[in-house]
């Protein structure tokens, strides 16, 4: 197995072994360093001392390397490690699967539910899906729920059974049987071991990045377009409420805090929110875009990049929200945008308690929306034609019949858009940039970015700017930041 591993790496040993040398964050999440004589796997970022290169065995995931026998660094937390885009891998079918199942996916109804929503048999994606990786989708999701409960060993106190609970395992004694088999101590030993976290009973989790990271860039961005009383910028922290998704589950609260000394951000999470951990870290991670390769972005965009060389697509956490919100904004000022979104929070949505006065409600559902009379949203200020796009949207997401996660199809999603009343080119590819965190996006008929082409009509501006594929998103940021 090492064997095949290794032949599927692209990466040349030699600079492999240079990248654990020297500590190279540009490889950190693109390579995971195994070494023989120790049965334990790295990032190349891990600051003990290096192995010799004959000890060494690459990969290019965490499931690969634990799927060849090696058990997770203690010091260096693999769990930890940024992921990579879905442009940025090979097969996007395979990405996209792992993507699903990192967000929890798959756990109610299995791998009919992932085959579903990606448009393939069940059969089809599971041969892919090992081609890829080298495991069936099973034992990445077995790999992926058994790091989250080391990671919640490590930074928390809770209990071993509600972390068992939290990462997606059913029973305690299978929880502990595999990853005592895995890992080769018991979870009471890891907590025995902790190295370097501070424990609370708090749920704060960490997520690293590639630097650089435009951390003040990305709060800016936010902080102009807060929604009252569901999000707030408070100097260096984001929070914002959030809509409880699990069945049972109240609507709570998150903070997201920087670290830039350790190169990873924080995030905070209130106890009604815990059944939602694992689509939120999720959720959280494409926001923050905590899975970018910034000089990877920046050798595409060349000069345009030069200035803020670690500036981040701007997600969302909740793929509705933003494309109300995107509407809404459709050829006003973000401030009016703004507090037309807060008049419909108002009038719609749940009422949340959190220590922060500013914050008070969590968006409305789909559904909750979907009831509303065209003349309800009228009377918030709402233009009537705004109002019947935001109720044909709110009607499509709530049947299912469209989708705004982060996973969804691109180009199908795309057309589905366009297909709604009242949205144009602009509003899906700005649709497809927050609620769908593509990064090819590009609103080639926005007025800013047409100015930078001055002459050009939109379809020549489109061809001007196929030289930043796959990266225009990042593009379409930069531009708008240059105007």
Not at 246 to 251: D, I, K, Q, Y
Not at 283 to 300: G, I, K, S, T
Not at 424 to 445: K, M, N, V
Request: hydrophobic share 45%; net charge positive; charged share 20%.
């Amino acid at each position: 197995m090492l064997a095949r591993y290794d032949c599927a790496m692209t990466l040349d040993s030699d600079i492999a072994y240079q990248a654990l040398l020297s500590r190279d964050r540009r490889f950190d999440g693109r390579l995971f360093v195994g070494v023989r004589t120790t049965g334990i796997y790295c990032r190349p970022i891990c600051r003990v001392r290096a192995p010799k290169a004959s000890s060494c065995r690459y990969y290019d995931t965490a499931v690969a390397a634990e799927a060849a026998g090696f058990r997770p660094c203690l010091r260096c937390r693999p769990e930890l490690a940024p992921g990579v885009s879905l442009v940025d891998s090979p097969n996007a079918l395979a990405a996209a699967a792992a993507r699903m199942l990192d967000a929890g996916a798959g756990q109610e109804h299995g791998l009919a539910e992932i085959a579903r929503r990606t448009g393939v048999g069940e059969r089809h994606l599971r041969r892919v899906f090992q081609a890829h990786f080298g495991v069936t989708p099973i034992a990445y999701a077995q790999t992926h729920r058994l790091l989250l409960a080391k990671r919640l060993l490590t930074e928390t106190d809770l209990a071993v059974a509600e972390i068992a609970l939290l990462a997606g395992f059913g029973s305690l004694r299978r929880f502990n049987a595999l990853f005592r088999s895995r890992y080769r101590l018991t979870p009471s030993d890891l907590r025995r071991l902790r190295v370097g976290s501070e424990q609370s009973s708090v749920l704060r989790l960490s997520m690293d990045y590639r630097p650089p990271f435009d951390w003040n860039g990305l709060l800016a961005f936010f902080r102009a377009r807060a929604m009252p009383q569901v999000e707030q910028v408070d100097q260096d922290v984001y929070r914002r409420c959030v809509r409880g998704q699990s069945t049972g589950t109240a609507s709570g609260w998150i903070e997201v805090s920087h670290d830039p000394e350790h190169s990873r951000v924080h995030l905070t999470i209130s106890d009604n929110l815990r059944a939602d951990l694992v689509p939120l870290l999720a959720a959280v991670r494409r926001q923050f875009d905590l899975d970018c390769d910034p000089h990877r972005v920046a050798e595409a965009l060349g000069e345009l990049a030069a200035s803020r060389p670690g500036l981040r697509l701007p997600g969302a956490i909740d793929g509705f929200e933003q494309a109300v919100r995107a509407i809404l904004g459709q050829q006003v000022s973000v401030a009016a945008a703004t507090t037309l979104a807060g008049r419909l929070v108002l009038r719609l949505g749940t009422p949340v308690s959190t220590p922060f006065a500013a914050l008070t409600h969590a968006f409305p559902s789909a559904t909750e929306v979907a009831r509303c009379a065209e003349a309800d949203l009228v009377e918030l200020g709402i233009l009537a034609t705004r109002a019947r796009s935001i109720l044909a949207l709110a009607a499509a997401v709530a049947s299912g019949e469209l989708c705004l996660d982060a996973d969804a199809a691109v180009a199908q999603t795309h057309s589905k858009l366009l297909d709604l009343p009242g949205i144009g080119e602009w509003t899906a590819q700005y649709i497809a940039l927050r609620c769908l965190s593509w990064p090819d996006a590009f609103p080639h008929t926005d007025l800013i970015i047409r100015r930078a082409f001055p002459g050009l009509t939109p379809q020549q501006v489109l061809a001007a700017a196929d030289r930043w594929r796959p990266w225009r998103g990042y593009a379409t940021l930069h531009l708008w930041r240059q105007a």
